[in-house]
């Protein structure tokens, strides 16, 4: 199955600070990954070209990277997730910036079935935090989307019923403190 998933939040601000969110990913001051809530990323190490890592059950390796503008992860786990995600800075104008984050992906076997019901739901959830995670980062209102019922389901089966609750935005912005 073809899997194309974009995530993208529109940030009122140049592309310099927005692009320091994707070089931050992973350090001890990352500013866009929401490890408040999801299980941290993290590489073996620093960010770059080569490093191996991923997040909770997902592995990857870093295949590119552009500082402050593109990074791309290829997939190494779970089998069957053949193909990447990146992050991706694009400059609207001068005081506008796109974030985005895509998967494309081929799934074969299990996570035919996998990724619909346990990773897509899992992952949308994720990505909308992490894009209200760099908003509050760089001192802007986050946008929280609330999980789903099915999220926080699965949270909570996975977690054996200790997985942590969603951050609000008032929260969000006393733990974030602004950058630029």
């Known amino acids: 199955m073809q899997i194309l998933n974009t995530h993208e939040r529109e940030f009122t601000l140049p592309a310099a600070p927005v692009g320091i969110l994707i070089d931050s990913l992973a350090s001890a001051n990352d500013r866009l990954w929401p490890r408040h809530s999801w299980p941290a990323m993290r590489f073996d190490r620093p960010l770059g070209i080569g490093a191996d890592g991923?997040?909770?059950?997902?592995?990857?390796?870093?295949?590119?990277?552009?500082?402050r503008l593109y990074i791309s992860f290829r997939f190494t786990e779970p089998k069957g997730f053949d193909g990447h995600h990146a992050f991706e800075v694009i400059s609207l104008s001068?005081?506008?910036?796109?974030?985005?984050?895509?998967?494309?992906?081929?799934?074969?076997?299990?996570?035919?079935?996998?990724?619909?019901l346990l990773f897509e739901p899992l992952h949308n959830a994720l990505l909308e935090d992490a894009l209200a995670t760099g908003e509050a980062a760089l001192g802007l209102t986050p946008t929280v989307h609330d999980w789903s019922i099915w999220v926080r389901c699965l949270r909570w089966m996975l977690s054996l019923g200790k997985a942590r609750p969603q951050v609000t935005p008032d929260i969000l912005q006393r733990v974030m403190k602004p950058s630029g």
């Open 54 to 67: 991923g997040h909770g059950p997902i592995r990857y390796r870093v295949d590119e990277y552009n500082p």
């Open 94 to 116: 001068d005081h506008s910036t796109l974030l985005r984050h895509s998967v494309k992906m081929h799934t074969r076997g299990l996570a035919r079935w996998s990724w619909p």
